[in-house]
């Protein structure tokens, strides 16, 4: 009987914060005795499991509920969570894959240096030239006396 209104306390302990040291603290019980009913006894193991949840449920409730004082009183951070937590136009946009994540690397950083500018130019007009250049292994290519274009 006494066991009985020891669990009844403990459990309405659990439900309101969630905690169990705390919840055996303030019914007089030890930690040990706790955790080895909840071994011991499936149906106390139960009524914890469904405490807790109850206990979650309502911790949240206050949170959120003092989210809510905060937003009213115009805290910037209060504001900012619930946005970004809440509201998808405001969720932080995650990379698409793990490698747009990266940092890549820089080849080559100009910081208005005139060497830079030429060296700049001296290479586009290398990718341009090359560009520009037939392929002697293009059998359509005109600069190719073995296969010469075909008439259509």
């Known amino acids: 009987m006494k066991k009985l209104r ?3 306390r403990l459990i309405e302990e659990i439900e309101k914060t969630e905690n169990v040291s705390s919840a ?6 030890s930690r040990n005795s706790f ?3 909840m071994l011991t006894d499936p149906n106390f193991a139960e009524k914890v499991n469904l405490a807790m949840e109850m206990g979650n449920l309502s911790l949240c409730d206050l949170a ?3 989210l809510v004082t905060n937003i009213n009183k115009g805290d910037p951070r209060a504001i900012e969570f619930q946005l970004k937590n809440r ?5 932080p946009k995650k990379p698409d894959t793990p ?3 990266k940092l890549k690397p820089v080849d080559n950083i100009c910081h208005g240096d005139l060497e830079c500018e030429k060296d700049e130019k001296k290479e586009d007009e290398k990718e ?3 560009d520009e250049d037939v392929d002697s292994t293009d059998p359509t290519s005109p600069n190719d006396s073995k296969n010469p274009p075909l008439n259509q």
């Open 128 to 130: 341009n030239d090359e």
């Open 6 to 8: 020891l669990e009844q």
């Open 87 to 91: 509201d998808p136009r405001y969720k």
């Open 99 to 101: 490698e747009d994540s």
């Open 24 to 29: 055996c603290e303030r019914v007089g019980l």
């Open 35 to 37: 955790y080895r009913w």
């Open 64 to 66: 959120h509920s003092k």
